[in-house]
C-alpha cells in the first residue's frame, strides 16, 4: 500500500508561486502514475496534473497549462507540482494519489491511494 503525503500548501497572493510535494512510501514508485487533484470551496473534485513513472508522460488541465509544471525526484520517492502565476481560482485542497499505471493521463477511478490533501488559498 502507497502512503502519500503531501507538504508545501498555503497562502500566497495572486501571481504568486508554490511548490507542493508528495512524498511516497511504503513502496519503490516503478509502474505507478501519480495525479494531483484539487477540490475548491463548493466545486466537485478535479484532476489538475499527472506524471507517469514509467514513460515520463505528463498531463495538464487547460485551466493550469503554462503555469504548472509536475516532476519527479526518483532518488527521493517525491513528486512536486510547481504551481507559478497564482489565481484566486486556484484556491483548494490540493490531493496526490497514485494509480498503477504506465501512462498519463490515467483513468480517475484508478488512482487508489491518496495523501491527506493540503491547502493552498490565493488571496490580496
Known amino acids: 500500500q502507497v502512503h502519500l503525503v503531501e507538504s508545501g500548501g498555503g497562502l500566497v497572493q495572486p501571481g504568486g508561486s508554490l511548490r507542493l510535494s508528495c512524498a511516497a512510501s511504503?513502496?519503490?514508485?516503478?509502474?505507478?502514475?501519480i495525479g494531483w487533484f484539487r477540490q475548491g470551496p463548493g466545486k466537485e473534485r478535479e484532476g489538475v496534473s499527472c506524471i507517469s513513472l514509467t514513460d515520463d508522460s505528463t498531463y495538464y488541465r487547460t485551466s493550469v497549462k503554462g503555469r504548472f509544471t509536475v516532476s519527479r525526484d526518483n532518488a527521493k520517492n517525491t513528486v512536486f507540482l510547481l504551481m507559478n502565476s497564482l489565481k484566486p481560482d486556484d484556491t483548494a485542497v490540493y490531493y496526490c494519489?497514485?494509480?498503477?499505471?504506465?501512462?498519463?493521463?490515467?483513468?480517475?477511478?484508478?488512482?487508489?491511494?491518496w495523501g491527506q490533501g493540503t491547502q493552498v488559498t490565493v488571496s490580496a
Open positions: 494519489a497514485a494509480a498503477v499505471w504506465n501512462t498519463c493521463p490515467a483513468p480517475g477511478d484508478s488512482f487508489r491511494s
Open positions: 511504503g513502496v519503490t514508485l516503478g509502474d505507478y502514475v
